[in-house]
């Protein structure tokens, strides 16, 4: 087994001596992206027929191998070795813009910067958040009205924006400060999607660097007189909090968290929503099953103590998560040498994941690409074949810290939207999904909207 080295790892360049692993890199620089944003599940699944689960593979620059299958999975995220650096595996992308936060930590670094954001999703947090939620997601619903063609995933990207500018910053939505922070998140995560990664003016990668740099300099401004509020804002938590000494977080781990924080929280959910609704859309009998539950629920919004009372919706958007993962690829670097499916890993090699590929694998989900919540309850039960066979939200050290929040923000959608609305894909939605900058329908998701109350 493996020992964990004393070298600085971060000091050392990706390891590309992979000759003895099948497959191949794909074409200099651009690799095997194309047919990958092209149609994601498809090409995983012939590397995996042709290659198995351990194969050679270049994405966007990277040259490392490819994991498929849950043992793999597991192998990674429960490793206790140190063998994988998640910050090795996502400085060329994600670190771009999000040095420092938390899934760019590794090990001791990770624990200590974890524990600064949890106090911000403890039950007493997430009590007050509930309460903001649900009347902040119910005048956007109720806005909606009846219309034969409405786009849904720019109406829910909006509502989810605005909710999350209240929640994790204490902004109203039509405070001008809140306008600038959406907008600058915006600028930044489309910097994700530069090609130019040097600072020349008019690329999209100057802007998302001037943006990021505003996006900072305005939560460091704030952070004093939040420390002295007695505001319930994730942010207020998280400058509240204290370290084991006593002492508190630094200001620049406090820009991390707040800077990643939108990202990681917001497309994600609009991303998973979009397709539960793609789906919901289609299957009117489990629409209905899902509205039979939140009418159960006889109140104008919800409690805490209520969103145990839905899992059907529960399973519903995890459902939706198996088939489309709002986070399509995971990256690790390992630190050591060590041994993955049967193949010696050398230190430094980068490892793609892709949660899709292993969340359709007929060994573990009967029939897999149908969407059908009745799988994940008695007596099928799929999700228990294996312990990774889902990995929607990850797993291991960096399991998003952001799952309950996302499930409570789901259950309010839900609870708003169906005791109102019956929905129906329009007639010329199109099947087509997008992978790339973010998991969606490429039309947008046009639907047909019938007030029922
Ligand atoms: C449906 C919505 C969401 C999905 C599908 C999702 C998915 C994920 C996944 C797969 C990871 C692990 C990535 C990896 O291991 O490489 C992750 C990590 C993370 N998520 Fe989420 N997420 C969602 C919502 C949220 C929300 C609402 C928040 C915050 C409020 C959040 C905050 C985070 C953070 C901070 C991490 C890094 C955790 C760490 O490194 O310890 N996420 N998320």
Redesign the pocket.
Known sequence: MATALTHDYREHKDNHDLKHIPGTFGPPIIGHTFPLVRDLYGTIEKQYRTFGPVSRFGLAGFKGVLLIGPDLFQQVYLDKDKNFS?EM??RGSLGRYYRG???L?DHEE?KFQ?RM?QSA?KNDAMKGYIDTMGPMIGEAVESWGDTPNMKFFPAIKQNLLDVAGKI?VGLDPDNAEADKMNQAFTDVANGMMGIITAEIPGTKHYKAKKQERYLKGFYRSLIEERRKGDGKD?FTYFVKEKTEDGEYFSDEDIESAMS??LF??HD??T??LSHLMYYLGQDLETQQRLRDEVMAIDKEFLEYEDLDKMPLAEIA?KEA?RLH???MM???RTINECELGGYRIPADTILFMT?MHTQRMAEYWDNPEKFDIDRWLEPRMEHKRHSFSF?????????????H??LM??KNFLHQFLRRYEVKLADHAKPDMQTVPLPKPSDDLPIVLRKIA
Request: hydrophobic share 50%; charged share 10%.
């Open positions: 998640a595996g996502y936060a938390l899934l930590r990770h974890r954001m999703f994790f994730t990643f924080l990681a929280a994600t959910t991303s998973a958007v998560l993962p709002s986070v995971m990256q690790r949660p990995v929607g939200f990850g797993g291991g050290a960096h399991k998003c810290i952001g799952m929040f996302a923000q789901v």
